[in-house]
């Protein structure tokens, strides 16, 4: 069973930054897909970043720009620089896993979430 714990969310204030942390148990790490996505209250699971194994990272188009995701396969850690954050971001962000090395394959594996809130 493969377990993801994120951390570094918080209450930020609307146009600074906030870097969250997803680290994963398991061995062969570096052979998935790890993955950020959010859920703001009364709306539904959006992916906001995926990262695959190998090749360019994706974005949702609303973070494009201002976040990054990166990942230390050493670590087994994956994490999300989110800059210029907009009252909008609010929203419990969780760390997932796919099934495989690509980001179309689906998510296999999903963290507990750490809730990010941005003020004006």
């Known amino acids: 069973q493969v377990q993801l714990v994120e951390s570094g969310g918080g209450l930020v204030q609307a146009g600074k930054n906030l870097t969250l942390s997803c680290a994963s148990s398991?061995?062969?790490?570096?052979?998935?897909?790890m993955g950020w996505y959010r859920q703001a209250p009364g709306k539904e699971r959006e992916l906001v970043a995926c990262i695959p194994s190998g090749g360019m990272p994706n974005y949702a188009e609303s973070v494009k720009g201002r976040f990054t995701v990166s990942r230390d396969n050493a670590k087994n850690t994956v994490y999300l620089q989110m800059n210029s954050l907009k009252l909008e971001d609010t929203a419990a962000y969780y760390c997932?896993?796919?099934?495989?090395?690509?980001?179309?394959?689906?998510?296999?594996?999903w963290g507990q979430g750490t809730q990010v809130t941005v003020s004006s």
């Open positions: 398991g061995t062969v790490f570096s052979l998935f897909a």
């Open positions: 997932a896993r796919y099934r495989g090395g690509h980001c179309l394959i689906g998510v296999g594996y």
